[in-house]
Structures are given as structure tokens and as C-alpha cells.
């Protein structure tokens, strides 16, 4: 049978509040990171991107930030909305993927935005 | 743009039936596809990265010999599980990631997965 599910880390915010959402990568030769949305039982949706020369990039209503000091790259949502509500996964891209560019996926966060 | 097409969305079989799960980049060609697995609330885990015209090349644990990988044409990309048993029941994503210029190379975008239901 399926391996029994670990517990996602959670949020849960009221709507219309701002959102940030953590993600510690483990690659420091990384260098591409992005943020995915995945709403239940669908693929994962593209929302940002940024590269590792970068420490700051801005989208509509959602912000990306990177800090490589420490391997951490968070991303903000601006007046989070019930549409909002998802996992959301960071992924990087190392260096040792090499022209493949395969995605390492983090554990993810749930999302819950409150009425 | 950059939508790519997974089909079927949900399929039940008896074990030791095999299925094919198509995976289809609808705007764009894609050079290389991705098939990922994924168990409830967990994160995605690579099976196999595919180029067009090339044999896959897959993860450590997967087995090829179970997890048939086709990559006959920059649209298409399918993954048939052989003779399947209940522990292959899962949810199954395949991505898709393109040329620089047209999509850009370092993005992949994601069908909308496979449900897995063996008996």
C-alpha cells in the first residue's frame, strides 16, 4: 500500500491578511529556485521564480525572497484570498542536475485562508 | 501558453493489468518530461526524466522494467505502469519544461496528475 502520509507543516491566515510561507533549501550550489501552488487532487501550478543572483522578486500579489546565507527562501502573498488556499511547494534546482534541470521539491506548507 | 494535458485523470484496474497515462504539451514543445509520483500529503518524487528520442533515465528505486517511459515526439510523453498491483495505487504527475526563448528552460509545467487505483 501507500507509505502513510506525513503531517504538511500548516498556515492558516484570515483572509485579506498577508501570507508568508518558509521554505529551507539544502543545495547551496542551487541555482534556481521556484515556488509552486498545488490545490487538491491537481498538478502543481507555476507562481515564481527567481534566480540565485537574486535576493528579491516581485509578482503579482506575491513576493519571493531569497536568502543564501542561510539557505532560505520564503514567499509572501499580499492580501491572501479564499482562492489562496493550497500547498504550496518550493523547489531549487542544482547545479549537479546539469542540463536536465531536474526540480528538488521541498516538503510543502498547507495554506488555509479563514472567512 | 505552456499547458500541458494529462490523460486520464483517473483510472481504476484490477492488478495485473497495465495502463498508460499520457502526458501531452499542448502550446509548446517540450524537450524533456518529467514523471513524478506523489503519496497523500507528501512532496513530489521523481520517477524518471525523458528527452525526446532518447530512452528515460530514471531514479534510484524505480524500476524501468515496471515504469515504462515513451518520449517519441516533442508533444508527447507516456508512462505505462506494467502489470500493476495495489502498491503502484497513487497519484501520478508528469511535468514538462521547454526551450529557452519559447518557455523558459529552467520552468516545468505540471498536467493535472493521475489517480491510481488498483484492485
Known amino acids: 500500500g501507500e507509505s502513510v502520509g506525513l503531517h504538511l507543516p500548516t498556515l492558516s491566515v484570515q483572509e485579506g491578511d498577508n501570507s508568508i510561507i518558509n521554505c529551507a533549501y539544502s543545495n547551496s550550489a542551487s541555482d534556481y529556485f521556484i515556488w509552486y501552488k498545488q490545490e487538491s487532487g491537481k498538478g502543481p501550478q507555476f507562481i515564481i521564480d527567481i534566480r540565485s543572483n537574486m535576493d528579491k522578486r516581485q509578482g503579482q500579489r506575491v513576493t519571493v525572497l531569497l536568502n543564501k546565507t542561510v539557505k532560505h527562501l520564503s514567499l509572501q502573498i499580499a492580501a491572501t484570498q479564499p482562492g489562496d488556499s493550497a500547498v504550496y511547494f518550493c523547489?531549487?534546482?542544482?547545479?549537479?542536475?546539469?542540463?536536465?534541470?531536474?526540480?528538488?521539491f521541498g516538503s510543502g506548507t498547507q495554506l488555509t485562508v479563514l472567512p | 501558453g505552456a499547458v500541458v494535458s494529462q490523460h486520464p485523470s483517473r483510472v481504476i484496474c484490477k492488478s495485473g493489468t497495465s495502463v498508460k497515462i499520457e502526458c501531452r504539451s499542448l502550446d509548446f514543445q517540450a524537450t524533456t518530461m518529467f514523471w513524478y509520483r506523489q503519496f497523500p500529503k507528501q512532496s513530489l518524487m521523481l520517477m524518471a526524466t525523458?528527452?525526446?528520442?532518447?530512452?528515460?533515465?530514471?531514479e534510484q528505486g524505480v524500476e524501468k522494467d515496471k515504469f515504462l517511459i515513451n518520449h517519441a515526439s516533442l508533444t508527447l510523453s507516456t508512462l505505462t505502469v506494467t502489470s500493476a498491483h495495489p502498491e503502484d495505487s497513487s497519484f501520478y504527475i508528469c511535468?514538462?519544461?521547454?526551450?529557452?526563448?519559447?518557455?523558459?528552460?529552467?520552468?516545468?509545467?505540471f498536467g493535472a496528475g493521475t489517480r491510481l487505483s488498483v484492485l
Open positions: 523547489a531549487e534546482i542544482p547545479l549537479s542536475s546539469g542540463s536536465a534541470r531536474q526540480l528538488t
Open positions: 511535468s514538462a519544461s521547454g526551450l529557452a526563448g519559447a518557455v523558459a528552460k529552467n520552468i516545468q509545467y
Open positions: 525523458s528527452n525526446e528520442g532518447s530512452k528515460a533515465t530514471y
